[in-house]
Nanobody
Framework: QVHLVESGGGLVQAGGSLRLSCAISGRTESRFRMGWFRQAPGKEREFVAAIRWSGDITSYADSVKGRFTISKDNAKNTVYLQMNSLKPEDTAVYYC????????????WGQGTQVTVSS
């Protein structure tokens, strides 16, 4: 089982930056892909970015491409989401997630961290 704890959220002005961290504990062999998702009030949870635990293959939602960067530090068991040029529409609760199998959904989730971007 994998345990995830997010941190780094907060209030920032439009155009600013934040870096989210996701501390990971548990079985290394159970981490196929790590992802960041977000959910704004009244909206469905949506995919933001993902990275393979072995290797550096990344993917991004179109809405964040060129502004957000996902990375990881295997030695620190941490995944990061660097968010630049933030917009008010980026306001949401951001969740870290783990996909333990090659086929199937993300099956482990953190508690979330609030990001609020003021205009």
């Amino acid at each position: 089982q994998v345990h995830l704890v997010e941190s780094g959220g907060g209030l920032v002005q439009a155009g600013g930056s934040l870096r989210l961290s996701c501390a990971i504990s548990g079985r290394t062999e159970s981490r196929f892909r790590m992802g960041w998702f977000r959910q704004a009030p009244g909206k469905e949870r949506e995919f933001v970015a993902a990275i393979r635990w072995s290797g550096d293959i990344t993917s991004y939602a179109d809405s964040v491409k060129g502004r957000f960067t996902i990375s990881k530090d295997n030695a620190k068991n941490t995944v990061y989401l660097q968010m630049n040029s933030l917009k008010p529409e980026d306001t949401a609760v951001y969740y870290c997630a783990v996909k333990t199998l090659i086929v199937g959904p993300y099956d482990g989730w953190g508690q979330g961290t609030q990001v609020t971007v003021s205009s």
